[in-house]
């Protein structure tokens, strides 16, 4: 069965960091682009960060460019999405997404068929 499991989630003063992880269970991601989106009350949906696994390429919007990183451990088959200097406006669940292509699918969040459950990030002081 496949799936995609997020954690790392909670509750962090601005400023802060934080690193979530979203583990792949049921396939491997190294043929598997993966990204991050998120979710803030009465907004839509945006993508935040997405990775290639084949090799390693990667991009990040450019509202948490220099801010936000994505990674991946293919060891662990786990992508991590470490954001430091946190603000309030980053406030939103946060989802991982994935998908078989050996290539970055990007933001249509439509492209992609697997999701995990979501992990809350509160920023607030």
């Known amino acids: 069965q496949v799936r995609l499991v997020e954690s790392g989630g909670g509750l962090v003063q601005p400023g802060g960091s934080l690193t979530l992880s979203c583990a792949a269970s049921g396939f491997t991601i190294d043929l598997y682009s993966i990204a991050w989106f998120r979710q803030a009350p009465g907004k839509k949906r945006e993508g935040v960060s997405c990775?290639?696994?084949?090799?390693?390429?990667?991009f990040v919007a450019d509202s948490v460019k220099g801010r936000f990183t994505v990674s991946r451990d293919k060891a662990k088959n786990t992508v991590y999405l470490q954001m430091s200097n946190l603000k309030p406006e980053d406030t939103a669940v946060y989802y991982c997404?994935?998908?078989?292509?050996?290539?970055?699918?990007?933001?249509?969040?439509?492209?992609?068929?697997?999701w995990g459950q979501g992990t809350q990030v509160t920023v607030s002081s």
């Open positions: 990775i290639s696994n084949k090799d390693g390429s990667n």
């Open positions: 997404a994935g998908d078989y292509a050996d290539y970055l699918i990007g933001f249509d969040s439509d492209r992609y068929d697997y």
